[in-house]
Nanobody, 117 residues
Framework: QVQLVESGGGLVQPGGSLRLSCAAS????????AGWYRQAPGKGRELVAQ???????DYVDSVKGRFTISRDGAKSTVYLQMNSLKPEDTAVYYC???????????WGQGTQVTVSS
């Protein structure tokens, strides 16, 4: 069973930056589409960024130009660089492998991102 471990969250002021990391056992990210999701209080989980094995990326409109997803295949780690953070980015962030457009692995514990002054 592949385990996903997210880290890098924290409390940051509006306009600040954070870099999230997601480590997976094995080389799962080298061979699959990887994605970052988030779940804000009282809301459903949404996919905010994804990266293909070829390096193509896609983002939800609300984070375009501010977030960057990347992958280190050798370390089987996926990153999410988040800049110009806004209070509405506050959520628990999760990573996963996407198959047929949906998350396919058991969720990790996530990492809390709080944007507040």
């Amino acid at each position: 069973q592949v385990q996903l471990v997210e880290s890098g969250g924290g409390l940051v002021q509006p306009g600040g930056s954070l870099r999230l990391s997601c480590a997976a056992s094995g080389s799962i990210f080298s061979h699959n589409v990887a994605g970052w999701y988030r779940q804000a209080p009282g809301k459903g989980r949404e996919l905010v960024a994804q990266i293909t094995t070829g390096g193509s990326t896609d983002y939800v409109d609300s984070v375009k130009g501010r977030f960057t997803i990347s992958r280190d295949g050798a370390k089987s780690t996926v990153y999410l660089q988040m800049n110009s953070l806004k209070p509405e980015d506050t959520a628990v962030y999760y990573c996963n492998v996407l198959r047929f457009g949906s998350a396919s692995l058991s969720w990790g514990q996530g990492t809390q991102v709080t944007v507040s002054s």
